[in-house]
């Protein structure tokens, strides 16, 4: 498999603990591709069909031709083994309102 920054994947989260999000859920890649192919690890932004945009934690996308919501308070690494299916790529501009998110997220 080829993983790639932007890419979104069906991925197994759970087990969860907690308030984290869970169950297998679409998750774009965060990672860029030199880092995706050296590790085993890919860190991940889940969506989600609920929610409110609440910028910057709860991002609008368009995945599937419909509006979803990335989760970027959420974002994880997880292990390649829980990836299933390749579904689609995020648009250029959706992969700059995730990442413009993450950055107030996490304080870069």
């Known amino acids: ?5 932007g890419q979104v994947w069906w991925v197994r ?21 030199p880092i995706a ?10 969506l989600t069909t ?14 599937q031709a419909r509006t979803v919501y990335a989760v970027t308070d959420q974002i994880r690494a997880v292990d390649k083994t829980r990836f299933s299916t ?9 992969m700059g309102s995730i990442e413009a998110a993450l950055r107030q997220v996490v304080g870069l």
């Open 1 to 5: 498999m080829e993983f790639d920054r």
């Open 13 to 33: 989260l759970d087990p969860t603990q907690g308030s984290e999000i869970q169950k297998t859920r679409p998750c774009v890649i965060i990672v860029v591709r």
């Open 37 to 46: 192919r050296a590790r085993r690890t890919l860190v991940v932004v889940p």
């Open 50 to 63: 609920r929610g409110t945009p609440r910028f910057p934690l709860v991002v609008p996308v368009q995945y």
């Open 86 to 94: 390749y579904v689609e790529t995020l648009s250029d501009e959706d």
